[in-house]
């Protein structure tokens, strides 16, 4: 049950981040859906591979897309 629970996050995350206008936001959605793609790693037994998600995934992607963010426009262009 948690594995379906954890399956739909994730395609609600995806979705909203291609749907979001506003680039900050999508950002922090493909951050969570970077954490949440480590519990999947987790209930799989890859830990190795959750750890490495989670530390690169979710920490240093979006603190690096954050940076490339504060340097542009915030908002996407209509």
Not at 13 to 30: S, V
Not at 38 to 54: I, Q, S
Request: proline fraction near 0%; charge should be negative.
């Amino acid at each position: 049950m948690i594995d379906i629970l954890l399956l739909l996050i994730l395609v609600i995350c995806a979705i909203g981040a291609i749907q979001m206008k506003d680039l900050l936001g999508a950002t922090m959605i493909l951050g969570i859906y970077s954490l949440m793609m480590a519990l999947v790693w987790t209930r799989l037994n890859a830990v190795d591979v959750a750890f490495t998600e989670a530390s690169v995934g979710a920490g240093i992607t979006t603190v690096l897309l954050i940076a490339a963010l504060s340097r542009t426009k915030r908002k996407e262009e209509e």
